[in-house]
């Protein structure tokens, strides 16, 4: 396969909120660039892209799938890796994951729905790792929808500032195509072609005055991004040529300060191409991204790899996929350097090298072999024996880490066991494979009532790894009800004198320290162990202080109420003493562990629960059913809007313990009309007799065991 040149790769993602139709256009990509020959659909359970049975069935994306097509544009052949991701927030690691190493994405938009609560996660997510985007606005054939209120939406919701570069030709039954105000043509689809073949013809008589104005618009933000061209804006508009114009364009789409904006109807195969010539036009290439950086774990120093293949390998491992053919696949992309089949690879957190066995180039489920893997791809490895969503490979004489993703805690779980004991052994083996691909998704052994709980982000990724478990590893389950995940926390300062002695004949064991454990000072971001070492004189030799750490950070997993981890705490080791003889760094471990017990006893203990936002949208008569069913659940209602087609939305934050169950409620309240979504926001303080009624269930459940 002849070297493709980096200028025209497009590492690309899809992202949206559910139901805006991006496996849809996924899909129209596929055939348009001649990956696929038959048009997959997600309503009929066709899609190449989602292929788990899970996902043909209920008609969503679960897990990102990767591909790999080519497209040609202004006479030159574009290589696009491009990965179609979840809506649903259940599965927001996939998009987390995705967007780290994507150099540019597609935020498609429902024309009716427009910024939906999920765009504005995805988008979000997108900020953090400054991935450059550009809108697409779906679904222009449908009843309602507006182009132009979606453009709104992006500015006022999104804080966006969308650059309109294709208008669209009529709406809702009457959407026939796009004008393109870069070339100023219009463009009709033929329907009977599946959308396939297109003519150029030039624009309306009735549009021309409209497409004028938006052009106008569109010369005057993009020379905003361009000086010599903002001269030429001035003195004539006119003398702009379409390359000044995209390249102007392209800048400022770079620089995150514009978002090219264009429409389509993906099912109705209208205004795929086009998006896949603006992807050319405005998205990045690796080389647009400056050179990645990351840390040499020898010296803490940053450092810069170029992505080039002359450099030293840097590549970062963002997903873990077990297949039935080929076992552990891991998913990377190479910022530096190059990967090939056969070699060694050193991985920087295990300190091990790594023989790559094989290299694939992904089309969804399905690996095409290839011989290496260079700077700016994307592509699947197998072989690697210890590796973990995150983790940097590199070549072991130049180690450098990159930075990682950041995934939120699970939020809910439930206790499963085999129905058969013979199954045991098999379903921890798959509990341990969808916990190793899945970062937002745990395995504890309940150390009271021994049984095994799972942890996810919501019902529905419980209720899929359920049934990944029946279907990819043969194993029939029992669950118990769903479980919040409580933390607890402290809310007062205590100071504390704890003294550990043991005398046991021959060499004893001895530690004593004085101690101020508290809540963490408000501007600690960091969450976990604030530990600060007060002591002065050698009271504590400098080798037993980690020790005290050490024992405060393991004992922070099990709080004194309910034995629930606790996320922060706050730790000064004031003073202390020590025995020549008889202390050791246990001796201190166990000391900070007795301490922690006793201070946390003291320090007016609090049970933490997960606070959900949730966003409902009912039509106006059923607004005070929906809102007095949130006030019984203990929700607080922040707000309330209209939507653009007269229906009710409410903005509230509901405890995750009152929501089990309410998709199903709100269906019977509104009669089905009423569609809600949620997302985690924060934990906070349970009330006094709440707690104590759940503290008394845990019991329950234990003295039941």
């Given at each position: 396969m002849a070297k493709q040149d980096?200028?025209?790769?497009?590492?690309?993602?899809?992202?949206?909120?559910?139901?805006?139709?991006?496996?849809?256009?996924?899909?129209?990509?596929?055939?348009?660039?001649?990956?696929?020959?038959?048009?997959?659909?997600?309503?009929?359970?066709?899609?190449?892209?989602?292929?788990?049975?899970?996902?043909?069935?209920?008609?969503?994306?679960?897990?990102?799938?990767?591909?790999?097509?080519?497209?040609?544009?202004?006479?030159?052949?574009?290589?696009?890796?491009?990965?179609?991701?979840?809506?649903?927030?259940?599965?927001?690691?996939?998009?987390?994951?995705?967007?780290?190493?994507?150099?540019?994405?597609?935020?498609?938009?429902?024309?009716?729905?427009?910024?939906?609560?999920?765009?504005?996660?995805?988008?979000?997510?997108?900020?953090?790792?400054?991935?450059?985007?550009?809108?697409?606005?779906?679904?222009?054939?449908?009843?309602?929808?507006?182009?132009?209120?979606?453009?709104?939406?992006?500015?006022?919701?999104?804080?966006?500032?969308?650059?309109?570069?294709?208008?669209?030709?009529?709406?809702?039954?009457?959407?026939?195509?796009?004008?393109?105000?870069?070339?100023?043509?219009?463009?009709?689809?033929?329907?009977?072609?599946?959308?396939?073949?297109?003519?150029?013809?030039?624009?309306?008589?009735?549009?021309?005055?409209?497409?004028?104005?938006?052009?106008?618009?569109?010369?005057?933000?993009?020379?905003?991004?361009?000086?010599?061209?903002?001269?030429?804006?001035?003195?004539?508009?006119?003398?702009?040529?379409?390359?000044?114009?995209?390249?102007?364009?392209?800048?400022?789409?770079?620089?995150?300060?514009?978002?090219?904006?264009?429409?389509?109807?993906?099912?109705?195969?209208?205004?795929?191409?086009?998006?896949?010539?603006?992807?050319?036009?405005?998205?990045?290439?690796?080389?647009?991204?400056?050179?990645?950086?990351?840390?040499?774990?020898?010296?803490?120093?940053?450092?810069?790899?170029?992505?080039?293949?002359?450099?030293?390998?840097?590549?970062?491992?963002?997903?873990?996929?077990?297949?039935?053919?080929?076992?552990?696949?891991?998913?990377?992309?190479?910022?530096?350097?190059?990967?090939?089949?056969?070699?060694?690879?050193?991985n920087v957190r295990s300190g091990k090298k790594e023989r790559v066995s094989r290299l694939f180039q992904m089309h969804s489920n399905h690996q095409n072999p290839v011989e290496e893997i260079g700077a700016g791809d994307i592509g699947a490895g197998v072989g690697f024996k210890d590796i973990r969503t995150g983790d940097t490979l590199a070549e072991e004489d130049a180690p450098i880490v990159l930075e990682s993703m950041d995934f939120p805690d699970p939020v809910i779980g439930i206790a499963v066991e085999p129905k058969t004991q013979k199954d045991l052994d098999k379903l921890s083996n798959g509990l341990a494979k969808l916990a190793e691909e899945d970062p937002t998704f745990t395995v504890k052994t309940d150390e009271q009532s021994g049984q095994t709980v799972i942890s996810g982000m919501g019902e529905l990724h419980l209720d899929i790894i359920i049934d990944r478990l029946r279907r990819e590893f043969k194993v029939e389950c029992n669950q118990g009800k769903p479980q919040v995940n409580y933390k607890e926390a402290i809310t007062k300062t205590v100071n504390l004198r704890e003294v550990y002695k043991k005398q046991t004949g021959g060499r004893g064991k001895f530690a004593d320290i004085i101690v101020n454990v508290g809540p963490v000072d408000e501007d600690y971001k960091e969450g976990g162990l604030q530990f600060e070492n007060k002591v002065t004189g050698g009271n504590i030799p400098k080798e037993f202080i980690p020790s005290v750490q050490k024992g405060f950070e393991s004992a922070m997993k099990n709080g004194i109420l309910g034995g629930f981890p606790m996320d922060s705490l706050k730790v000064e080791l004031l003073d202390g003493s020590f025995h020549p003889v008889d202390s050791d760094q246990l001796s201190f471990e166990i000391c900070a562990l007795q301490a922690y017990r006793s201070a946390c006893a003291q320090a007016k203990p609090v049970l933490m629960e997960p606070i959900m936002r949730l966003e409902v949208v009912t039509p106006e008569e059923n607004m005070g059913d929906v809102i007095g069913d949130l006030n019984k659940r203990r929700g607080q209602v922040e707000g309330m809007d209209t939507t653009r087609t007269g229906a009710r939305l409410v903005k509230a934050q509901v405890p995750l313990a009152e929501m089990f169950g309410y998709v199903t409620a709100l269906r019977t309240i509104t009669s089905g009309r009423a569609t809600s979504s949620m997302t985690y926001d924060h934990h906070a303080p349970v009330s006094s007799n709440i707690a104590k009624s759940v503290l008394e269930e845990i019991k329950g459940r234990v003295d039941l065991v």
């Open positions: 980096l200028h025209l790769t497009r590492n690309i993602g899809i992202m949206a909120h559910i139901d805006a139709g991006k496996t849809t256009t996924s899909e129209r990509i596929l055939f348009y660039t001649g990956k696929t020959h038959k048009i997959g659909e997600v309503h009929d359970g066709g899609a190449t892209m989602d292929w788990m049975a899970q996902e043909q069935e209920r008609g969503i994306t679960i897990t990102s799938a990767a591909t790999t097509a080519y497209w040609t544009w202004n006479g030159q052949k574009y290589k696009f890796n491009l990965i179609d991701t979840p809506g649903h927030v259940d599965f927001t690691a996939e998009v987390e994951r995705s967007l780290r190493v994507l150099d540019g994405a597609v935020a498609a938009y429902c024309a009716v729905g427009g910024v939906e609560p999920q765009s504005e996660t995805v988008w979000r997510q997108a900020d953090k790792y400054n991935v450059p985007r550009m809108g697409y606005v779906n679904k222009m054939d449908r009843s309602g929808a507006d182009f132009f209120e979606v453009v709104r939406q992006m500015k006022d919701v999104l804080g966006a500032n969308p650059a309109v570069v294709a208008v669209p030709i009529g709406a809702e039954e009457n959407f026939k195509g796009i004008v393109d105000l870069i070339r100023m043509k219009a463009i009709l689809w033929h329907d009977e072609t599946m959308g396939a073949e297109y003519d150029v013809e030039d624009i309306p008589a009735d549009m021309k005055d409209e497409c004028d104005e938006w052009r106008g618009k569109l010369i005057e933000q993009a020379a905003e991004q361009d000086e010599t061209l903002m001269e030429k804006f001035f003195e004539d508009p006119d003398s702009i040529t379409q390359e000044e114009l995209i390249a102007a364009i392209r800048k400022g789409t770079l620089s995150l300060d514009l978002v090219p904006m264009t429409c389509g109807s993906s099912f109705k195969n209208k205004g795929v191409q086009t998006l896949l010539d603006y992807v050319c036009m405005f998205l990045p290439s690796p080389l647009d991204t400056p050179a990645i950086e990351g840390t040499n774990p020898d010296t803490g120093e940053i450092e810069e790899r170029k992505p080039s293949e002359d450099e030293k390998t840097s590549a970062l491992a963002f997903k873990i996929a077990t297949d039935p053919y080929v076992g552990r696949l891991t998913f990377f992309r190479v910022y530096s350097g190059k990967v090939e089949a056969g070699s060694y690879i050193y």
